[in-house]
């Protein structure tokens, strides 16, 4: 099947051309270790011909004017900075397992963390009448007043921070409120302290930057949680900016505040380092566990830039929207790269997160079921996965994550597979002989560990609790090989 646009030929494979469920796995996974997928093409178009250069990485396109002149090289070199940025994990085996499933693959898909639920009802209309009145134009780059507002008074009423609206600017999507972030603080050469197991843009976001990402190791033995000395052993005259997210993606870990505070006081002897506290999954969190903004405690709240928005907890995804607090001299540094960039959010999804904060305290009851769904989904993982040999974890106390150690396989050889020898390698496994999209743990910072999404029906998760631990028990034990 062949389509056009532009005079550009695009030529894939259709649904005819799939002969089993087995050639379709191979046909998607493009290369053997990298999870991403490539669309095999054909391009022409009259007056182009493509050369490569193996002298460098420059690709240089070769273009005839007409019939009468030489060819003219054209350079299409990408920036360092774009070079340096690897591609994410999770959007790509998201892909991947998306393409499997429209290919008929039946592949249960626990990569992504996007919960299951529906915005709840009060949201989704407050959008609708926003619309249906006519409020579809730009808003204040920063945000409307009244979303601003709210925010002001959710992050003084559960989190104990005082704000002005002019501190707050609102983004399209949390995700974007951090990378303003980092691109506001952080100079060429500055170094960005990364806590790991990590969210797996961090780091890209500090290249993006021209900063250098300083990795943190943290131990499943330790929750998962920044030990203070390793912090203050890691910090040097060129650290800027520490990132810390809690509840975490990809762990569930919580920092409890007594550790926060240790951490606080280390942050504290260094003047030149500010802190971006990343709450996304602040109300998904399971009792006795509570949450503790960074910016609350003692002399922080002048150094700390705290992310929030309204993806994970209001279930909404696809309205992106988030919002970045902090101190006016930083967060206007935010607003002023936004107006060059994307500007304003989506006026209808500023509209309907007003509606969102409006439904109480922690988001009222329509959040509150669905943290207890989310906590019946962790128990049951938890349980089923201490029956396997060998596998260790750290059980979750917020988010919807479950982050396992599979390390006691590696080296495991499986007869038409190969060798698993890696997080990478066991997730390919995963997803060929048991049909389940996971993401291996070295995205993550952590090539132990892979990352379970939870954010689906328990049914779909006992169907795919199912599938692993039939793939595992398949296999041998290193020792035993």
């Known amino acids: 099947m062949a389509s056009h646009l532009s005079g550009i030929s695009f030529t894939y494979p259709t649904h005819s051309s799939i002969t089993d469920q087995s050639s379709v796995i191979t046909s998607v996974r493009s290369t053997t270790l990298s999870f991403s997928s490539t669309l095999n093409s054909t391009l022409s178009i009259r007056s182009l011909e493509t050369r490569r250069h193996h002298k460098s990485a420059t690709v240089c396109s070769a273009v005839i004017l007409d019939s009468h002149s030489e060819p003219m090289e054209v350079d299409t070199t990408l920036s360092p900075r774009v070079n340096s940025v690897k591609p994410s994990k999770t959007v790509a085996i998201t892909d991947q397992a998306t393409a499997l499933v429209e290919a008929g693959v039946p592949v249960i898909r626990l990569a992504a963390g996007e919960p299951d639920f529906d915005t709840p009802a009060v949201i989704a209309e407050a959008g609708i009448n926003a619309i249906r009145e006519g409020y579809t134009r730009y808003t204040p780059n920063a945000g409307t007043l009244e979303l601003r507002t709210a925010i002001c008074k959710k992050l003084k009423e559960e989190n104990d921070l005082a704000y002005t609206p002019d501190q707050i600017v609102v983004s399209n999507g949390a995700k974007q409120s951090i990378l303003q972030a980092v691109l506001a603080v952080c100079s060429p050469g500055d170094e960005v302290l990364i806590p790991a197991p990590f969210w797996v843009s961090y780091p890209e976001m500090a290249r993006l930057a021209d900063a250098t990402p300083v990795i943190l190791p943290a131990s499943i033995t330790e929750n998962f949680l920044l030990d203070p000395k390793l912090l203050e052993s890691k910090i040097t005259e060129k650290s800027r900016l520490l990132i810390l997210c809690s509840p975490s993606n990809p762990t569930g870990s919580v920092y409890p505040k007594q550790l926060l505070e240790e951490i606080a006081r280390v942050v504290a002897k260094h003047p030149r380092l500010l802190v971006l506290s990343d709450e996304i999954y602040e109300h998904i969190i399971y009792a006795p566990a509570v949450h503790t903004s960074f910016a609350s405690l003692p002399g922080m709240w002048e150094r700390t830039l705290t992310v929030n928005g309204f993806s994970k907890a209001f279930a909404m995804t696809g309205w992106r929207l988030g919002y970045i607090a902090g101190p006016k001299h930083f967060v206007a540094a935010c607003n002023k790269i936004q107006s060059q960039s994307t500007s304003g959010a989506s006026s209808i999804a500023q509209k309907a997160a007003v509606a969102a904060l409006g439904m109480g ?59 698993i020898n890696d997080s990478e390698s066991l997730c390919r496994y995963f997803l060929e002989q048991g049909q389940v999209a996971l993401v291996p743990g070295d995205a993550f910072g952590d090539d132990t560990c892979i990352r379970i999404s939870y954010a689906a029906s328990l049914s779909t998760l006992q169907a795919a609790a199912e599938r692993i631990k039939k793939a595992i028990l398949t296999l041998k034990s290193p020792a035993s090989v």
């Open 361 to 419: 305290h922690a988001g009222g009851e329509a959040v509150s079921q669905m943290v207890k769904a989310f906590r019946e989904r962790r128990d049951f993982l938890v349980s089923a996965f201490g029956e396997l040999d060998g596998v260790k974890m750290s059980e979750p106390q917020g988010a919807f994550y479950l982050f396992l150690d599979f390390s006691y396989y590696y080296g495991t050889e499986v007869e038409g597979f190969g060798l």
